[in-house]
C-alpha cells in the first residue's frame, strides 16, 4: 500500500538514556524517516550492534577524529516501525538502540523517536467499507472480517490459497457515535465446519487473550494499523484442513484504546528478538509476557467492557492447497 502524504511534519525524538550528549539528528520525510548517529571512536568496531527498530545502518563515515557518521535511511514501513493513530495524526514510533552484548543482556542506549503526521482525509481505504466479507452487528457496532488481496487494498477476488503463502485477514468495527475504538482479536480458531462444535477439530491462531500463536509456528504477524478501529494479521497459510473448506472464527472486542491490558491486547512474537512484542505500543510489551503461560480473565475494567461490545466472526470458507494442485482448482468466490 503506497502513501504519499506531502504534509508538514513534526519530530518528536524523547532522549532516555544515561548516555549523556548524544549526537543524533532525525529527519521525518515524506514517508520515510533518515537518521545520522556521530559515535565515538571506541564504539566504532561495534556499529554492526546498532539498531533503528530492527534495521542496521546503510552507510558508515570515518572522521579524521577516528569517530564517525552512522546513517539509516528508511521507509516508515521498514524496520517494524509502529504506526498509531491518534485522533487526527499519524504517529511512526521506533527507537536507535546500541546492542553490544548478546541477548538476553538488554541494550546500553537507547534513544526512542516519533514521527508524527497530519491524517490525510481518506486514510481508511473506501473499498474496505462495507462490501464483501463478514459483516456482523452489535448494538450500534458494526464489525467486519473479510481476506484481503495482496497489496492489501480490497477484498480477496479468491478464497484459493497455497499453502505456505499469506492470507491477510482483516477485520474493522464501524465507530458511528462512539468514542474512538480499538478493534482486537481476542482468540481466533480455524476450523472445517462453518460453527464450533464441542467436538470440532480447531487450529489455534490467536490464544491467550490477544497472543498470536501462529507467529511462535511461521512467520505471521500482525501489520501496522491504519485506524485503532481495524486490525490485520498476515496469516502465512498452514496444512490444517488442506484442500478441505476452512474457516477462521474469531472473537472480535471493540476496546479502549487509551487502555491496553494483558486481557486487551494484540501481541505477536518476534524471532529474531525470541520475544513477544505488544503491537501498539512496543514499549510496554511486558503485556505480552503471559502469552508464554496463561492470560488470566480478571474484574472487567471500563465501560465499553462492561457493555460487552464484542462478535464471534466468522469468514470462509477458504480452500488451502499444494501449490501442484491448486492450478486444477477453481475459486468458489
Same mark, same amino acid.
Given at each position: 500500500?503506497?502513501? *504519499?502524504?506531502?504534509?508538514?511534519?513534526?519530530?518528536?525524538?524523547?532522549?532516555? %538514556? @544515561?548516555?549523556?550528549?548524544? +549526537?543524533?539528528? =532525525?529527519?521525518?520525510?515524506?514517508?520515510?524517516?533518515?537518521?545520522?548517529?556521530?559515535?565515538?571512536?571506541?564504539?566504532?568496531?561495534?556499529? *554492526?550492534?546498532?539498531?533503528?527498530?530492527?534495521?542496521?545502518?546503510?552507510?558508515? %563515515? @570515518?572522521?579524521?577524529?577516528? +569517530?564517525?557518521? =552512522?546513517?539509516?535511511?528508511?521507509?516508515?514501513?521498514?524496520?517494524?516501525?509502529?504506526?498509531?493513530?491518534?485522533?487526527?495524526?499519524?504517529?511512526?514510533?521506533?527507537?536507535?538502540?546500541?546492542?553490544?552484548?548478546?541477548?538476553?543482556?538488554?541494550?546500553?542506549?537507547?534513544?526512542?523517536?516519533?514521527?508524527?503526521?497530519?491524517?490525510?482525509?481518506?486514510?481508511?481505504?473506501?473499498?474496505?467499507?462495507?462490501?464483501s466479507g463478514v459483516s456482523e452487528g452489535r448494538g450500534e457496532l458494526i464489525f467486519h472480517m473479510a481476506l484481503l488481496n495482496e497489496e492489501l487494498t480490497a477484498i480477496a477476488n479468491t478464497n484459493i490459497i497455497p499453502l505456505g503463502s499469506f492470507m491477510p485477514i482483516w477485520a474493522a468495527v464501524e465507530q458511528k457515535s462512539h468514542q474512538p475504538l480499538l478493534l482486537l482479536m481476542e482468540e481466533c480458531v480455524a476450523a472445517t465446519t462453518s460453527e464450533l462444535q464441542p467436538d470440532s477439530q480447531v487450529y489455534p491462531i490467536i490464544t491467550n487473550k490477544g497472543c498470536l500463536l501462529d507467529s511462535i509456528r511461521g512467520n505471521s504477524r500482525f501489520l501496522p494499523r491504519y485506524h485503532t478501529s481495524a486490525l490485520t494479521v498476515y496469516l502465512q497459510s498452514f496444512k490444517f484442513g488442506l484442500g478441505e473448506e476452512v474457516y477462521i472464527h474469531c472473537k472480535l472486542v471493540a476496546w479502549d484504546p487509551e487502555v491496553l491490558t494483558e486481557n486487551r491486547k494484540a501481541c505477536h512474537y518476534l524471532k529474531e528478538n525470541e520475544s513477544w512484542e505488544l503491537l501498539d505500543d512496543p514499549n510496554r510489551s511486558t503485556l505480552c509476557s503471559c502469552c508464554d503461560s496463561s492470560c488470566k480473565s480478571r474484574a472487567k475494567r471500563g465501560i465499553i467492557e462492561s457493555q460487552g461490545l464484542g462478535k464471534n466472526a466468522v469468514l470462509g470458507p477458504l480452500i488451502i492447497v499444494d501449490h501442484s494442485e491448486s492450478k486444477d482448482r477453481k475459486s468458489l468466490v
Open positions: 500500500m503506497v502513501m *504519499h502524504l506531502n504534509l508538514g511534519v513534526l519530530i518528536v525524538a524523547v532522549f532516555t %538514556s @544515561t548516555v549523556a550528549d548524544a +549526537d543524533i539528528t =532525525v529527519d521525518c520525510k515524506n514517508g520515510s524517516v533518515s537518521v545520522t548517529w556521530r559515535i565515538g571512536a571506541e564504539v566504532v568496531p561495534y556499529a *554492526h550492534r546498532l539498531f533503528l527498530g530492527s534495521c542496521m545502518p546503510l552507510h558508515m %563515515s @570515518t572522521l579524521p577524529t577516528g +569517530d564517525a557518521d =552512522v546513517e539509516f535511511d528508511y521507509n516508515l514501513n521498514d524496520c517494524k516501525i509502529t504506526r498509531m493513530m491518534k485522533r487526527k495524526r499519524l504517529v511512526y514510533k521506533t527507537a536507535l538502540t546500541f546492542r553490544p552484548y548478546p541477548k538476553p543482556q538488554p541494550a546500553t542506549f537507547t534513544y526512542p523517536i516519533e514521527c508524527v503526521y497530519k491524517r490525510p482525509d481518506g486514510w481508511v481505504p473506501p473499498s474496505l467499507y462495507p462490501g
